[in-house]
């Protein structure tokens, strides 16, 4: 563990992370409560925090005086990459696949095909997880604009795919 801000003898100290510009104590020491803030959150301040109060001259000392916190920075989805996996021809498979580089956690996706022939998939054609969707025996009426949307609890982004069979 690394100490990365203290209160000692009426002095606040901060160490030298990237945390430093961006955390400090919530309210001006000393105070009872020792809350703190980080601002302009980042994917990697992601972790286990733990607070530990002592108090000068107290002789009892336990487990009693320390918190602990997880802390789960959640990014939301990149852009998703959206590909057409086949030769589409009357007849033939094609596999449309959709994924996004970075999201915590892990995006699911969800295809649909735009208006003016509205159509959501559901499994086994498609796979949330993967991101994949899999067209069977394609015919002309299957042509069209597909939509990928990769989504997490912090956002969601599209790509979209034009399919002419």
């Known amino acids: 563990p690394v100490q990365i801000l203290a209160y000692l003898g009426g002095v606040v100290k901060q160490a030298e992370t990237?945390?430093?510009?961006?955390?400090?104590?919530?309210?001006?020491?000393?105070?009872?409560?020792?809350?703190?803030?980080?601002?302009?959150?980042?994917?990697?301040?992601?972790?286990?925090?733990?607070?530990?109060?002592?108090?000068?001259?107290?002789?009892?000392?336990?487990?009693?005086?320390?918190?602990?916190?997880?802390?789960?920075?959640?990014?939301?989805?990149?852009?998703?990459?959206?590909?057409?996996?086949?030769?589409?021809?009357?007849?033939?498979?094609?596999?449309?696949?959709?994924?996004?580089?970075k999201g915590k956690p892990s995006p699911l996706y969800q295809w649909q095909r735009e208006p003016p022939t509205l159509q959501v998939f559901f499994p086994p054609a498609q796979d949330r997880t993967r991101g994949t969707l899999k067209l069977t025996n394609l015919s002309l009426e299957m042509s069209g604009v597909y939509v990928c949307r990769a989504e997490n609890q912090a956002g969601s982004k599209n790509c979209s795919i034009v399919l002419e069979v």
Do not use: W
């Not at 301040?45 to 916190?69: A, E, L, P």
């Not at 852009?79 to 994924?99: E, W």
């Open 18 to 101: 990237d945390l430093r510009p961006r955390m400090g104590f919530l309210y001006p020491m000393p105070n009872h409560n020792i809350s703190i803030f980080i601002n302009s959150t980042r994917e990697q301040d992601s972790g286990q925090y733990m607070c530990s109060v002592n108090v000068v001259d107290d002789s009892f000392t336990s487990d009693k005086n320390v918190g602990i916190i997880n802390l789960t920075v959640l990014v939301p989805p990149a852009t998703p990459t959206c590909q057409l996996h086949g030769n589409a021809v009357v007849g033939a498979n094609v596999t449309l696949s959709c994924s996004s580089k």
